[in-house]
């Protein structure tokens, strides 16, 4: 996969997560209800750092989960797979942030929000998200974006973390070149 171009270097990432962690505050009037949920792969990764932020910010501890959305999936089918949730506290009646790396056609958000709701009925779901691509298929739009990249179809939007890829990016490619 030959790249395109990068969109965010690590600098950039960092800004974009630390706007998205004072909407998130500023949005709930503060922390004490909040937990943070990243979907994996790299949305536990931007999550993390935003949860952190939020907590750095607002001198308290905010909850952070790992959900696997795998099992919910409208585009697979499920064999013999090992769920990976951690969510290791109870969110009824909290104000849960659901964060993806990019958002795409909003099916892996349909899917969160299944996994979420299967846990019990919070306060208030609402969705970060480092890109959005646009083209959505479904009626879910983010609360919160990192930025905004406007893509065709044939291109495929990829974000590096440091704990994964060993460098912080987003970068385009054309998957005619994959």
């Known amino acids: 996969m030959e ?14 997560i630390a706007r998205i962690s ?11 209800d909040l937990c943070v949920i990243g ?11 935003i949860a952190d932020k939020i907590s750095e910010l607002e001198n308290t501890a905010v909850p952070f989960g790992v ?6 999936r ?33 099916r892996s958000a349909r899917a969160a929000l299944d996994a979420i ?3 019990g009925r919070p306060r208030t779901i609402q969705l970060a998200v480092l890109v959005d691509r646009g083209h959505r298929e479904l009626p879910i739009r983010p609360d919160y974006i990192g930025k905004n990249l406007p893509t065709s179809h044939e291109e495929v939007v990829r974000v590096g973390v440091s704990e994964v ?3 912080d990016c987003v970068a ?7």
């Open 3 to 16: 790249t395109k171009r990068v969109i965010m270097d690590g600098k950039a990432m960092q800004r974009a």
């Open 117 to 119: 709701m299967k846990r």
């Open 39 to 49: 979907i994996l792969s790299r949305g536990v990764n931007v999550g993390r750092r």
């Open 74 to 106: 409208d585009d697979i089918e499920m064999r013999d797979h090992a769920e990976k949730t951690e969510i290791d506290f109870d969110i009824r009646d909290r104000n849960v942030i659901v964060v993806d790396d990019v958002i795409f056609t909003g």
């Open 172 to 178: 385009i490619y054309n998957s005619a070149k994959q």
């Open 165 to 167: 890829d060993g460098s």
């Open 67 to 72: 959900l696997d959305i795998t099992p919910y």
């Open 22 to 32: 004072y909407e998130i505050i500023e949005h709930n009037r503060g922390a004490s």
